[in-house]
């Protein structure tokens, strides 16, 4: 999933940099609600792991 916010934020950055200001906030848009996706997902995950009493891998 964070592979596919940085897709999206390579896209919105080409975009902006050729001036396609519709597409480049679009696609950074996208990358914003993956990233905060992603960032739930992961503290659900912790949370889960330490409830059932194992700690993050090393």
Same mark, same amino acid.
């Given at each position: 999933? !964070? +592979?596919? =916010? ?5 896209? *919105?950055? $080409? %975009?902006?940099? !050729? +001036?396609? =200001? ?5 696609? *950074?848009? $996208? %990358? ?27």
């Amino acid at each position: 999933m !964070l +592979g596919w =916010t940085l897709m999206f934020l390579v896209v *919105a950055i $080409i %975009a902006a940099v !050729l +001036g396609f =200001t519709g597409i480049a906030g679009a696609a *950074a848009e $996208i %990358a914003k609600i993956i990233f905060f996706i992603f960032i739930v997902l992961w503290v659900i995950s912790l949370i889960a792991g330490a409830l059932r009493g194992k700690g993050p891998r090393a």
